[in-house]
């Protein structure tokens, strides 16, 4: 049998001809069905036919309400065209209507597709926040996300949370001072302008000025007035999180790649952008042995010692790590300390058929001379 799946559909009702290009549902044909492209009219609405009861000051309990309602299934028969060229079955694929009959009260059987998606009416594609689908379900959620992943937008908003895809390939011009400069300039320009697109140096600028904020101004971000307080920021945390393979190590390099420029930047007294871009490029060429740059040098040791090739990626992370930058109220990195748990110690004696011990190892031998 097999298993669940999500394909775009098209859902109409056996009494009217007219598509009503605003609904999804899930078969159990193989690959099976997600959103669609509009909202559907009125008249070919498949939940057109559930009337929504009016409550007054009166009303009965509401758990004996609930109970009634599940009692009584709301049975709607519609046809339904799969037009999903990636997931849906070869065998259904534009083919004739499927009858389909459901319980218009199950909400996991149809999902309600999101208006973006209708290429009639809009033409802005998928939105880089979800939080602004109308319709937040899952099908809607993965194909927005595969969406932009197709136009090489790896990064994602959900409100204040960033989801990023790993591309398994370069992708030009998403990182670099020339993007980072495009970020600190929106901040320092009071977040007036348009918007730059999603992207990790945003989250790491967030956390950058919401630090330097609150060191500058201590009684309004802690809302203490002792004079013991005085020069105390208020502390702000980046949790990158993903499955082996995502791309965490990466993030975690170009988010401290993101904080240090900026603390180089912060080491001049100019606010002008520019002039911050010429100090942090004369930094990075003049001076190796600043604080910033013994913090991204450590990187390589910590991977020596902590990562491995896995049968997922060829540079895994074995460990956890905790990193601490203290930054000063003009937002030098004045100090970092790293803190390594949770190591997999087992992989030094034993390691899974296709994986490897870890680097460290192989570099040793690697420098042996051969006697």
């Known amino acids: 049998m097999s298993d669940w799946g999500w394909a775009r559909a098209t859902i109409t009702n056996n ?10 549902t899930n078969s159990r044909n193989g690959s099976s069905s997600s959103s669609s492209e509009g909202p559907p009219s009125k008249s070919a609405n498949p939940f057109a036919g559930v009337q929504l009861r009016k ?9 004996q309400q609930q109970q009634e309602q599940e009692q009584v299934p709301k049975l709607v028969t519609v046809n339904l065209i799969l037009d999903d060229e990636e997931f849906a079955p070869q065998h259904l694929r ?32 998928a939105p880089d926040d979800l939080t602004s689908l109308s319709h937040l379900h899952e099908p809607a959620v993965v194909y927005c996300l595969s969406e932009r992943y197709k136009q090489d937008c790896i990064y994602t ?11 398994f390939r370069p992708v030009g011009n998403v990182y670099g001072l020339e993007t980072m400069q495009k970020y600190w300039n929106y901040a320092l320009r009071g977040s007036s302008g348009i918007r730059p697109p999603p992207h990790v140096y945003a989250l790491a600028e967030d956390a950058y000025r919401n630090l330097l904020r609150s060191l500058q101004h201590p009684f309004h971000s802690s809302g203490n ?31 401290l790649q993101y904080l240090t420029t900026l603390s180089q930047q912060g080491q001049s007294s ?26 991204l ?75």
Not at 55 to 63: A, E, K, W
Not at 240 to 250: F, I, L, P, Q, R
Not at 270 to 295: I, P
């Open 270 to 295: 100019s606010s002008s952008s520019s002039s911050s871009h010429q100090h942090a490029n004369c930094n990075n060429k003049k001076n190796n042995n600043t604080m910033e740059a013994q913090v």
């Open 225 to 255: 007035h002792s004079s013991a307080n005085q020069g105390q920021g208020q502390d702000q945390s980046i949790l990158v999180s993903g499955e082996s393979g995502a791309g965490k190590t990466v993030t975690t390099k170009i988010v």
């Open 94 to 125: 534009f083919a004739r209507p499927i009858p389909l009959t459901y319980d218009a009260q199950d909400t996991h059987l149809v999902c309600m597709a999101n208006a973006w998606h209708d290429t009639t009416t809009n033409t802005t594609g």
């Open 297 to 371: 040098q450590s990187n390589p040791i910590l991977e020596s010692f902590g990562n491995a090739r896995t049968v997922r990626n060829d540079n895994s992370s074995r460990f956890g790590k905790f990193l601490q930058l203290q930054f000063n109220a003009r937002g030098t990195v004045t100090s970092a300390s790293i803190t390594t748990y949770l190591l997999e110690k087992v992989r030094l004696i034993t390691q899974t058929e296709g994986e490897r011990n870890y680097h460290i190892v192989y570099e040793l031998l690697a420098g042996v001379t051969q006697g």
């Open 15 to 24: 009494s009217s001809t007219a598509a009503a290009t605003g609904s999804s």
């Open 55 to 63: 409550t007054n000051s009166r009303r009965r309990n509401n758990q």
């Open 157 to 167: 908003y959900t409100g204040k949370v960033l989801l990023a895809l790993n591309p």
